[in-house]
């Protein structure tokens, strides 16, 4: 098996939206904003090569939207979903299946491209299986209001048209060997976080629950997340896991950390190790 932290660039998202109620005070911190309140983050991608299978989780927002809407979101940084796999040593068409966390346009965009003349759509990877739940799927085409503005259906429905959706609660045979996937509900309707065994390590690919380094204190929750005290439980019970069984976690927001190992604290949960992917395998 070889992992890879793959990078899909950098955006920008208002820092109150990214903390919910812990005071600017606090989170300015360890990230600060810009003149407009915003922060910077990452979109944090995972290769997984195993046997023969190449998989990925996530692909970050992708670029079929307008100029309009991507200034929306100060994309910036050198990273690519595409030039970062390539520069790993893979073409797309290798890619047998792809994980998608949830299905909110920073983790999904990037599946769903335009074709050559810009006249349809087409699947970044062609070959590949691309799975989520059912009930999360079922969530982004029928949306809240809370969530309607971050399901965008030209990221969704050309993968179900195309036959290449799967969804991992309706299959009856486990459809990968070293990956477990864990779902949460807090952040949006069963949102996955495969738990990938490593050789003697596990890794979780924690998603929105725990998007970085920053947001491993129990009430640091996301104002985007449709159920914020469920997440707050949802992250007693997995930091409690990777302290218990010395998980990695792996974080698909943080600008800076890819990984982080943790510790219990008097004052709660804290980063015992952070650094780069490789430095923990």
Not at 139 to 166: C, D, M, V, W, Y
Not at 195 to 211: G, H, N, R, S
């Amino acid at each position: 098996m070889k992992l890879h932290s793959i990078d899909a660039g950098n955006f920008k998202l208002d820092g109150g939206a990214m903390f919910g109620v812990v005071p600017k005070s606090f989170w300015q911190k360890t990230n600060p904003a810009d003149e407009n309140n915003l922060c910077s983050w990452a979109m944090r991608c995972l290769l997984i090569e195993d046997g023969n299978q190449l998989i990925l989780i996530d692909t970050g927002m992708g670029d079929k939207q307008d100029a309009k809407w991507q200034s929306y979101y100060y994309r910036h940084g050198e990273g690519d979903l595409v030039k970062s796999i390539r520069a790993k040593g893979y073409a797309e068409n290798e890619v047998t299946d792809v994980i998608l966390s949830h299905l909110h346009f920073d983790h999904c965009g990037g599946a769903v491209k335009w074709n050559a003349d810009g006249t349809h759509f087409e699947m970044t990877f062609p070959n590949a299986r691309y799975w989520t739940h059912s009930a999360h799927f079922e969530s982004a085409i029928h949306p809240n209001q809370r969530e309607k503005s971050t399901f965008f259906k030209e990221n969704i429905l050309p993968i179900q048209e195309a036959g290449q959706l799967f969804f991992t609660d309706k299959v009856t045979e486990k459809p990968f060997s070293n990956i477990e996937i864990l779902t949460a509900d807090g952040h949006t309707e069963k949102m996955l976080m495969p738990l990938i065994t490593y050789q003697e390590k596990k890794i979780l690919f924690i998603a929105d629950t725990v998007p970085s380094q920053s947001h491993i204190p129990i009430p640091y929750v996301m104002g985007y997340d449709v159920r914020p005290l469920q997440t707050m439980k949802e992250k007693s019970v997995l930091l409690n896991q990777a302290v218990e069984n010395d998980w990695i976690l792996f974080f698909d927001h943080d600008p800076t950390v890819e990984c982080a190992s943790i510790k219990m604290t008097e004052k709660g949960f804290k980063v015992k190790d952070n650094g780069r992917l490789d430095a923990f395998l």
